[in-house]
């Protein structure tokens, strides 16, 4: 069994690697699958029914902050520290996040992770399906959890709000990426949240997160990453701002550019969820 050169435990592992490493005394594993209402899947039913040996399952609307009208915004630190100690996840972990899609919600994991300070984490690339497809262990027992202290540090410049993202927007300093569909970027089909305008963040750029995978699932290397922002006309000297429907997405492409190298990237957490709520804010349509 020979390491993919993709593998780095602080963006992306693949399968061979988690497979190797899984019985390591601080490894942890998180399922962190989420889907949305369209796609008819129950992420917590399924993940009863099979997991990774030893994966904990991580709620993304739960672990989020409440007090929002918003979608899983991102947890206050302390909710997060109570709930990762609760699954047994603390300082001196190495985390391997997966979902049952491929590379779709895991990513957000990932993401809240790092916001929170913490860097030993990484995707699963290809997730779950490509496990399975591999005929690897699966269990449906709940892991045995012990306590561990965890201790963050809010990385602030990580994540956008509404106001930055606006600044941003009309000054052009930054390139805002949006990670939805053609089609819902254009303003040509109906947001799956309702009372939502269609459209996009005027100067956004539309790069779909599945243009960043491949057939399989799994993220392409970086060099044709590169490409593929560039061809979305993402100018990758500036910084980014990845946003789309609620900030879910969006995270893909932040791992994208952070196995690119583009280390400058924030995440727009309330993402279209709240720029397609407010009349106040421009809406553009079209390409």
């Known amino acids: ?7 780095d435990p602080k963006t992306l592992v693949s399968t061979d690697w988690l497979a190797k490493h899984r019985r390591d005394p601080d490894l942890r594993v998180l399922d962190a699958s989420w889907y949305l209402p369209a796609m008819n899947r129950d992420a ?4 009863q029914a099979a ?3 030893g994966a904990r399952f991580f709620d993304i609307d739960e672990i989020s902050d409440q007090r929002s009208n918003l979608p899983h915004m991102a947890p206050p630190p302390e909710k997060f520290i109570s709930r990762m100690r609760a699954m047994g996840v603390g300082d001196g972990h190495q985390v391997v996040v997966y979902d049952g899609a491929g590379i779709f919600s895991a990513a957000r994991v990932w993401w809240t992770f790092r916001l929170m300070g913490k860097t030993d984490v990484a995707v699963l690339d290809g997730g779950f399906p490509k496990w399975q497809a591999e005929g690897r262990e699966v269990e449906d027992m709940p892991p045995v959890i012990r306590d561990r202290h965890m201790t963050v540090s809010r990385q602030n410049h990580l994540v956008k709000d509404v106001t930055q993202v606006a600044h941003a927007a009309k ?3 930054a390139e805002i990426i949006d990670a939805r569909s053609a089609p819902r970027f254009r303003g040509e089909a109906p947001e799956p949240r309702a ?3 269609s459209g996009h963040i005027p100067g956004s750029k539309n790069l779909p997160f599945a243009d960043v995978l491949n057939p399989d ?3 392409k290397p970086a060099a044709e990453l590169k490409a593929v922002f560039e061809a979305a006309g993402v100018d990758l000297k500036k910084p980014a701002i990845t946003t789309c429907g609620s ?9 994208a550019l952070e196995r690119m190298g583009h280390r400058n990237h924030a995440l727009y957490d309330g993402s279209w969820a709240e720029w397609g709520m407010y009349d106040d804010l421009r ?5």
């Open 1 to 7: 069994m020979t390491p993919s050169p993709q593998d």
């Open 44 to 47: 917590k039913a399924e993940y």
């Open 51 to 53: 997991h990774i040996p």
């Open 171 to 173: 000054l052009g300093e």
């Open 195 to 197: 009372g939502l305008r």
């Open 217 to 219: 699932g799994t993220m």
């Open 247 to 255: 900030g879910v997405t969006a995270a893909v492409l932040s791992l």
């Open 283 to 287: 809406v553009a349509t079209g390409p």
